[in-house]
């Protein structure tokens, strides 16, 4: 209980301070335990940071692994199937990013994107990798036009279309000139994503 409540709460502070303005004191305190639980259960703040890491990435992988099911079991299909995992992979991804506790997450991921250290490897190595793998399989056979570096790189915007609505979630608010994304406006947004990911599966190539 204590790991659990040590990580839940280094995931927030991490997050909105970084590993340098994030204090394991203030984690501690607001944990409910002492400073030493962080030495017994993670040897030291590097290793609470860390943690937190794979933590993350678990949470992603439990929360995709039957997308991830699905789209394998489509793997050897048609065009216009392949097309289909894909939206349904992406929306699977979206509804993820639209949940509550996906933004301590978010503020965690985003840092580490700017400025990676050993904590990137492990969210990509344990969470990003099969999803962007299999998004690029998919995307060979919905567009066997494309070479792997050019479907690779159309997985970068399938999956970034999703991403927007969490690490730009106050821009999208302002946008559609609302407070918060309501359950009415949620299926708007993950129908709009199906659109356009089909827009990006069809177009031809010059």
Aim: glycine share 6%.
């Amino acid at each position: 209980m204590t790991y659990a409540r040590l990580l839940e709460t280094a995931t927030e502070h991490f997050g909105r301070k970084g590993y340098e303005g994030a204090s394991t004191r203030e984690i501690a305190a607001a944990s409910g335990t002492a400073m030493s639980s962080i030495t017994y259960h993670f040897g030291g703040k590097e290793g609470l940071y860390l943690a937190v890491a794979d933590h993350i990435a678990v949470q992603i992988s439990q929360r995709q692994s039957a997308a991830l099911d699905a789209a394998w079991e489509r793997a050897i299909i048609t065009p216009a199937d392949a097309i289909s995992a894909l939206q349904d992979m992406v929306e699977s991804f979206a509804r993820m990013l639209l949940a509550p506790d996906s933004a301590a997450w978010a503020n965690f991921i985003v840092r580490e994107q700017q400025e990676p250290t050993a904590a990137f490897e492990r969210l990509y190595d344990g969470a990003m990798h099969d999803l962007v793998e299999m998004l690029v399989r998919l995307i060979g056979v919905a567009r066997p036009d494309l070479d792997d570096r050019a479907a690779r790189m159309t997985s970068i915007f399938l999956y970034g279309q999703a991403v927007i609505l969490r690490i730009g979630f106050a821009s999208v608010c302002r946008t559609l000139g609302v407070d918060s994304l309501d359950g009415g406006t949620q299926a708007a947004l993950l129908a709009r994503l199906r659109a356009t990911t089909l827009c990006l599966l069809s177009e031809k190539s010059a």
